[in-house]
């Protein structure tokens, strides 16, 4: 268990970059690998199946955020009221199908996560603590269900 307190991640090359969604670990859901979890996240930002197959084959996440964030094309209608159920479904498939990642995460005691960037004050921290850090957020919920579910599986094999 790590003696911080707190764990910031942002980038891919930094100490846990594991934790960013540009992170090369592909994962499956709705029956389809995806290259990162950026690439799930911003193609359920449309309806449009199309636009979305577009983005899972984009050649790298960040190519996937850009197609993500191309305001020419309709979000759904509902997308900020589901980005949050999202981000949680995308994180929780990368962190159980990787068990090197699980194992990370679970190192990480209970320490805060924090997605230290100035460019994002809704799933970072905004540089400056200011920021909601909804993905650090969503991390540490992850973490904690996964804890659980590691006891439950382990009580049930001592009964």
């Not at 949050?84 to 194992?103: C, I, Y």
């Not at 924090?114 to 992850?142: F, P, Q």
Request: net charge positive; with cysteine; aromatic share 8%.
């Amino acid at each position: 268990m790590p003696d911080r307190q707190m764990i910031c991640f942002y980038s891919v090359s930094d100490e846990y970059g594991e934790f960013s969604n540009f992170a090369a670990f592909p994962i499956m859901l709705q029956g389809k690998r995806w290259p990162t979890s950026e690439h799930y996240f911003q193609a359920q930002k449309f309806k449009d199946p199309i636009h979305q197959e577009k983005i899972r084959k984009a050649k790298s996440p960040m190519i996937a955020a850009r197609l993500g964030r191309d305001r020419k094309k309709k979000l759904r209608r509902d997308w900020e009221s589901a980005k949050v159920n999202v981000m949680r479904d995308v994180v929780a498939a990368k962190f159980s199908q990787h068990s090197e990642l699980r194992l990370l995460l679970l190192n990480t005691g209970d320490a805060k996560l924090i997605e230290n960037t100035a460019n994002d004050s809704y799933w970072g921290d905004g540089g400056d603590g200011s920021g909601k850090n909804m993905l650090g957020r969503i991390l540490m919920e992850v973490r904690d269900s996964l804890r659980d579910r590691e006891i439950e599986q382990r009580d049930s094999g001592n009964q």
